[in-house]
């Protein structure tokens, strides 16, 4: 059934019921997401399920708004969820190398560090008191007094024994002299020499005895000293306890946890046990480096949050997720300790939701394989990626690993989610849940009034002016156009924003209050101009004649066929000049394209599709005899698809039958093997790029393009194809069979079947049977000429 199209019917389509307001000035701003119901379930039924594993990869096309519809969401949702605690490191005293976590209530963390020091800081002013006060000096004087005594009193009796045995005894630095008297004079070696042999072997006896006696003196002595040193530390660590237990019981009592009780206890019996090092902080280096070990390193503070975090990491390189530790030089050296770790963006986000996009995500090294193992094991660490792959041979630091809870949503395209879920066996346990975002939605009175919210949103948080109801409509045309559907609506906010920034910007410069549409047109061309060079220049070779295409006229066995190029970020259509030829010879259709290798499989199909639709209706009674070619005349490069199908079968036909063809149609479509016309994409650019060429040729009043029935609601047009259209000048046919086709593209009858099994005489199909007919009577006569004999002897044996 042939229906030409009315420019009414294609404005109806495009009509919408916009509400009842004059501008979006009047209409509230958009505080939910339109459509993607399917994707917001995923997500919600991701974040109730708490198994490990049930993370999220979050698939669509770019510009979907999957970055902001994921934040938005989980922002939502976080914020009826528990805040998390906070995590800090702390000096391990058993082994530094290993610095211990401890977790906090939410927002104690802040409160314990500054409680930390304070402590400290109080520790050591009420320390510096205490050995500073009148009291402690007066007993360590009165210590060292005792001790002294005793010391006397040891040296007291040595030179006493000393003097019983004939000897004088002096203490000196280098140490004691011990030398024989006589009658109360120093013996000299000369005099020694000239005693007798017995009383030199008398004195060196009672020497002998000395030196016994002056080492025991010594030993009590340095015993003596060990135990003043010992009386002494052991006062001052009873004076210092005594001192700071008050400070330290007031904090320690303030906590529950185990881990922080125990960590104020190793706090406190490390500054009484290493005292001696306090007393030695007289300068500002020294004091830094001995209280460093008192502190807390918080990397995760949770005191400013309200819920659960929502982190999105723009920048997930190795140290950005999984944090980092950091150096600083001293003397020449690189060192480090449990106040230069550094928290990642996982840590951040433990207890509620990290956002990743996948590209990124993929494209720095080892990141990926780290996410799942950290995801894996259910706890995190800090460690640098040299150490984690076995590079550094360094000492490192090796900090206690945090238990992770969380969620991770990673944004990507579906090609990437097919390449995981095929190549990667971890990635389907990891990511059990798929949201799917909708590239667009469905025209409905909800979705209208969104999309009119949400032009009234970007309004106000651009400062642009207000749209008018015309010019809403022209973004609902533009939304419906992108889509290539007057039944659904974009889903790819990014290009509609951009349209609306860009025609606010132009009323704007026009000195308008509101937006129309005129200005949004106007923005649509501008827009359109910055990409479509391409196009102007294959405009310009069709109105040179560069490009050998026909808008008048009849020709046998040429068509104007309509392709699509498409440049990334714009396509167009052009005209494309099929041909086809019919002579006798081997039967089948010969597809110029596809003996040059310049044919895709889907358009491989479509031709032997042709030769079945062929075979079906025209060979009944006797098989084909004919030999046909079809080519695309000027075209140079790989032809894909099946779009083609209809203007090639119309073709082969035509020089078939010999029927001319309206140079002034194009035609788009596939069919089936049943002459049956299937829908196709691309039709608004190949309506339009009929259209200008038309027009560059001039329009006739009866060029025109036939497109599918099925392919009704696609036809969302510029304004000028639509006005040309009612005056007539341009026409759009939409047919459901060939034979519709052929009607419109010769202006002769189709032909039906008659009761006899015969087409209508004088029909296209009747001419194409009766040549089909008369050439396989032709190659009959052919094979049926006699072939002559040879003459000469017969070869005897």
């Known amino acids: 059934m042939i229906k030409k199209v009315k420019p009414e019917e294609i404005a109806s389509n495009l009509d919408v019921d916009l509400l009842d307001f004059e501008t979006t000035e009047e209409v509230p701003v958009l505080d939910d997401f339109i459509g993607q119901k399917r994707a917001k379930e995923a997500i919600e039924t991701s974040i109730t399920i708490k198994d490990k594993g049930y993370n999220v990869f979050v698939t669509g096309l770019p510009g979907t708004g999957r970055r902001t519809f994921v934040q938005m969401i989980l922002k939502n949702i976080a914020k009826n969820l528990p805040t998390p605690k906070d995590w800090g490191y702390v000096y391990n005293f058993e082994n530094p190398a290993e610095p211990r976590v401890i977790s906090f209530p939410t927002g104690q963390g802040k409160v314990f560090k500054k409680q930390l020091e304070d402590l400290v800081q109080e520790t050591v002013e009420v320390l510096n008191k205490v050995f500073e006060s009148e009291e402690f000096a007066t007993r360590i004087s009165e210590m060292e007094e005792k001790y002294s005594a005793l010391k006397r009193r040891l040296w007291e009796d040595l030179e006493k024994k000393a003097r019983e045995m004939g000897f004088s005894v002096q203490l000196t630095p280098a140490g004691v002299l011990a030398f024989p008297v006589l009658n109360g004079n120093p013996i000299t070696p000369e005099m020694l020499e000239s005693l007798d042999e017995e009383t030199r072997k008398e004195i060196e006896e009672r020497n002998v005895k000395l030196k016994h006696l002056i080492d025991g003196t010594l030993y009590r002595t340095r015993k003596l000293d060990l135990e003043f040193r010992r009386s002494i530390e052991e006062f001052q660590r009873r004076s210092a306890l005594f001192a700071i237990e008050p400070l330290f019981l007031e ?305 046998v066995g040429q068509v104007n066929g309509l392709t699509v190029l498409e440049l990334g970020d714009y396509s167009f259509g052009i005209p494309v000049k099929i041909t086809a030829k019919a002579y006798l010879g081997k039967p089948g259709v010969i597809d110029i394209q596809r003996e040059a290798d310049l044919s895709g499989k889907i358009h491989s199909k479509a031709v032997l599709i042709l030769e079945g639709f062929i075979g079906s209706r025209y060979a009944q009674e006797f098989p084909i005899s004919v030999s046909a070619s079809i080519s695309f005349e000027q075209v140079y490069s790989v032809l894909e698809g099946d779009s083609a199908s209809l203007a090639e079968a119309l073709a082969l036909i035509s020089a078939i039958s010999k029927v001319p063809i309206k140079q002034g149609v194009a035609v788009t479509g596939s069919i089936n093997q049943h002459g049956e016309v299937q829908p196709v994409g691309g039709i608004v650019e190949k309506v339009e790029g009929f259209f200008r060429t038309c027009k560059a040729r001039g329009l006739t009043g009866e060029q025109g393009v036939i497109i599918p029935k099925a392919n009704l609601k696609n036809l969302i047009l510029r304004d000028e194809v639509l006005s040309a259209m009612k005056k007539g000048l341009f026409h759009i046919w939409a047919v459901e069979t060939v034979d519709d086709a052929i009607e419109i593209a010769t202006g002769v009858k189709a032909g039906k079947l008659t009761k006899t099994g015969k087409y209508e005489r004088d029909s296209v199909n009747y001419l194409v049977y009766k040549e089909l007919k008369k050439m396989k009577k032709l190659l009959d006569s052919v094979h049926e000429e006699p072939v002559p004999k040879r003459k000469g002897r017969r070869k005897k044996r």
């Open 251 to 555: 904090v320690k009592n303030s906590y529950e946890d185990e881990n922080i009780r125990k960590f104020l206890d190793e706090v406190k019996m490390d500054l009484i046990e290493n005292l001696a090092d306090f007393l030695r902080m007289d300068t500002k280096e020294r004091r830094e480096t001995f209280l460093k070990k008192y502190s807390l390193n918080l990397i995760v503070d949770n005191s400013n949050l309200s819920g659960a975090p929502v982190v999105y990491e723009m920048n997930p390189t190795y140290s950005n997720l999984f944090g980092r530790i950091e150096y600083y030089v001293r003397n020449g050296f690189l060192q480090t300790d449990f106040t230069m770790i550094r928290a990642g963006s996982m840590h951040k986000a433990n207890g509620g939701f990290l956002i990743l996009d996948a590209e990124s995500l993929l494209s720095y090294p080892y990141v990926w394989n780290n996410l799942k193992r950290v995801l894996l094991e259910g706890q995190i660490s800090v460690e640098n990626m040299e150490s984690v792959l076995g590079l550094s041979n360094t000492v490192v630091l090796r900090p206690e690993k945090i238990p992770l809870d969380i969620k991770v949503f990673v944004i990507g395209t579906p090609e990437l989610y097919e390449l995981l879920y095929e190549l990667d066996p971890d990635f389907k346990k990891l990511f059990k849940i798929k949201a799917d975002f909708d590239w667009e939605i469905p025209k409905n009175e909800v979705n209208v009034r969104n999309y009119v919210s949400f032009i009234s949103s970007v309004c106000k948080e651009r400062n642009l002016p207000h749209f008018d109801r015309e010019g809403v409509k022209k973004i609902l045309w533009y939304s419906m156009r992108q889509t290539g559907d007057s039944t659904k609506l974009s889903a790819v906010f990014g290009d509609v924003v951009n349209l609306i920034v860009e025609s606010g910007v132009v009323a704007k410069q026009e000195g308008s209050p509101l937006v129309t549409s005129s200005h949004v047109l106007k923005a649509f061309q501008l827009m359109e101009n910055r990409k479509n060079l391409l196009q102007e220049k294959y405009d310009e070779m069709i109105r040179k004649y560069d490009l050998m295409v026909e808008v008048t006229g009849k020709k």
